[in-house]
């Protein structure tokens, strides 16, 4: 077991282990964006470091099935951050809130030696929540776009390179409209940060299910993290509801194995720089 | 106006300002507690840095009058640390949610080069909020307790000494039942982490008023960090029904100030290490 699966475990009930954890008609998501964990200050300008940490964190109440309302911000900042450049951090906060209609409530800022980010997204449920739990052997598993920029982008800027402004590293591209309407046809959700075949073994794991593979997916869509794509899965019978509202939403759907009785080990290499 | 202000001005929105959001019936309150910020590694084992994590949350969930219910955990843990040490950490956190009856709900786990944390206390308003608003000039100004502990405590650490296991530095003392049946009776509160100076000088800020103090207050008083004691105000005449619940949960209570028409310029030193 690696470690953060050492510490989740020690902290499991019924109400953890998945993006946001639901207490009635609420649900609450955490998560960390840290410097030189998740972002390097050379790769990304201050607005596209407060866009990106709020889209990572807005990611998990959409694929819980829930609408953002309110953010709670921890800023842990260097001191020799000016007014300026806390300005326009401050934009990239600013921008993303009124994008997807979040106040911003609260939080906590001191200094740091470094921009350590901590967000909490107080989001309410949209009809019902969609978990991670839910999977049948023989429901269909799938997931949303293309895989393997996350990937690309981290290689390119690891190697010196520039990516563009929207490429899906810098901003990740997320589908709060189509998981919406998507979501009373499917079996569960999660979104994929730490690549495909990581976060499908967490899936697989906690339904206690096995997979049967349509097609053998290359190393590049199995191991990109930080896609922010979707993962879900499916009973074979809502499959025309499900094309129909891809199509609607011009969502390309990847449906490329089915749950089986059975187990799944994880056995790749995970996202880390 | 200091960085922090800056921060919080840019953010301000009749929702934050104040130790927790409320919206609705809830409390929403985060602050972080970070190594080399908050605390070393050499002056607390680590479950109490757990503790004193979940404690410095949880205070600011009682003073707005709300009774902490579930808690999100961000942990930024080095990976260094064996599965022993993290037990250990766990310890505190599991030790003192259920100590004040919280469900650990979920979070975020990451690597890091050291140990930051990061706390959502999510709370259920029990009764009215009791905000840091509320003040007008003729309240009586009073705190918890005696301060100058968390000062003397973080001399005494950097200075090469030892704190006793149940120093307030080490493990601040929080009083929910006392607080509890105070809150119909005052006008404004909020806890003591940056110094009484400091905090009392955001209080008189926030509510544009001037002060009269009643005696003059030593710098070790004035100018201790990290209490945790309480700062509230009240009309006079509910002095008699504050003073039977103080006497009745044994709190020593300190009027010590009037609010008055007018400014006050904070002009002391800051909390910090």
Redesign the interface.
């Known amino acids: 077991m690696n470690?953060?699966d050492?510490?989740?475990q020690?902290?499991l009930?019924k109400?953890?282990?998945?993006d946001?954890?639901i207490?009635g008609k609420?649900c609450?998501?955490?998560?960390?964006f840290?410097e030189?964990?998740?972002f390097k200050r050379e790769w990304f300008d201050l607005e596209q470091i407060a866009t990106k940490a709020m889209l990572v964190n807005i990611s998990d109440a959409i694929v819980m099935n829930a609408k953002p309302?309110?953010a709670?911000?921890?800023?842990?900042?260097p001191?020799n951050?000016s007014?300026d450049e806390?300005?326009i951090l401050?934009k990239g906060?600013?921008k993303t809130a009124s994008q997807f209609d979040i106040?911003?409530?609260?939080?906590?800022?001191?200094?740091?030696?470094k921009i350590?980010i901590?967000i909490?997204i107080?989001s309410k449920l949209n009809g019902k929540a969609v978990f991670r739990k839910g999977l049948k052997p023989g429901h269909l598993l799938a997931y949303t776009g293309d895989l393997g920029g996350g990937l690309e982008g981290l290689n390119t800027l690891q190697n010196g390179g520039i990516l563009s402004l929207d490429h899906v590293f810098i901003k990740p591209r997320l589908r709060p409209d189509f998981f919406y309407e998507l979501a009373p046809y499917i079996s569960c959700a999660m979104d994929i940060s730490d690549g495909l075949s990581k976060d499908l073994s967490r899936l697989l794991k906690q339904n206690k299910c096995g997979i049967s593979w349509f097609e053998s997916l290359s190393d590049n869509i199995l191991y990109s993290g930080e896609e922010y794509e979707i993962l879900f899965a499916f009973d074979e019978k809502e499959y025309e509801n499900i094309a129909n509202i891809a199509k609607k939403h011009q969502v390309k759907i990847n449906v490329f194995a089915k749950a089986v009785k059975g187990k799944y080990e994880f056995s790749g290499k995970e996202h880390?720089f």
Chains 1, 2 share one sequence.
Do not use: C
């Open positions: 470690k953060e050492f510490i989740i020690a902290f009930n109400k953890n282990g998945d946001g954890a207490v609420w609450f998501s955490k998560d960390l840290f030189n964990i998740h309302k309110y709670l911000l921890g800023l842990a900042l001191k951050l007014e806390i300005v401050q906060f600013l106040e911003i409530i609260g939080g906590d800022t001191i200094s740091n030696d350590d901590s909490t107080i880390h």
